[in-house]
């Protein structure tokens, strides 16, 4: 199994261009999230997917939209990129409801700047 | 919603000592507590978790304790090795809702040879 897949790995864009990341898992988890990770913040939480077809905002969704037409897949788009955007986006996944594993399983990581 | 501190930002140990990480939570209705450990450039991995209904886990040289009326847990590390050195998240969630991770804002541990 690969896990929680990403891509692509870096990126570079100019401000106001858009860009879209794609996170893909194989492991039939039901919940999907994704982060940005800036230095000194942790692990912030910008949309999560609790199943297919459906998404929700988190902690900073704004300037982010995401997508989840497939259940293993979660994509996660940037409309009108600006400096405060760049950042490393982790994509993670984990299983829901009737196991006991709370665990969630991160992707690789995007890193992406914005110039 | 919960907000979740971590200390300290930094943390310097020698080889063989003990290190210690400490968060606070805010919600009371929290009851999963797992850390994370990411190496420089990878990805957060799963060290350890500890359900509210236990106050202590341990596995191997790391253990978690928590502290449900003060709002508190810690990730202890005994005999730091240099592999140890990394970031450390603690995280708080709630198991029977959407498994939404809050996060401190991370310890760096480096282990001196």
């Known amino acids: 199994n690969a896990g929680v897949t990403q891509t692509p790995k870096f990126r570079v864009l100019k401000t106001g261009q858009s860009m879209t990341l794609l996170c893909a898992q194989d492991m039939n988890h039901e919940y999907m999230y994704w982060y940005r990770q800036d230095p000194g913040m942790g692990l912030r939480l910008i949309h999560y997917s609790v199943g297919e077809g459906t998404t929700a905002k988190g902690e900073v969704p704004d300037g982010y939209n995401v997508s989840r037409l497939k259940k293993q897949n979660f994509l996660l788009g940037l409309e009108s990129a600006a400096p405060s955007q760049t950042s490393v986006y982790f994509c993670?996944?984990?299983?829901?409801?009737?196991?006991?594993?709370?665990?969630?399983?991160f992707g690789p990581g995007t890193r992406l700047t914005v110039t | 919603g919960e907000n979740v501190e971590q200390h300290p930002s930094t943390l310097s140990v020698q080889e063989g000592d003990s290190a210690v990480i400490k968060c606070t939570y805010s919600d009371s209705a929290s009851n999963y507590f797992p850390w994370y450990k990411q190496e420089l450039g990878k990805r957060p991995q799963l060290i350890i978790d500890i359900r509210s209904n236990v106050g202590e886990k341990k596995d191997q040289r790391i253990a978690v304790t928590l502290n449900k009326t003060a709002k508190h847990f810690s990730l202890h590390i005994t005999e730091t090795q240099p592999e140890d050195s990394a970031v450390y998240f603690c995280?708080?969630?709630?198991?029977?809702?959407?498994?939404?991770?809050?996060f401190g804002s991370g310890t760096k541990l480096n282990v001196k040879p």
């Open positions: 995280a708080a969630s709630e198991l029977s809702g959407v498994n939404k991770f809050y």
């Open positions: 993670a996944s984990s299983y829901f409801p009737s196991g006991r594993d709370r665990e969630q399983y």
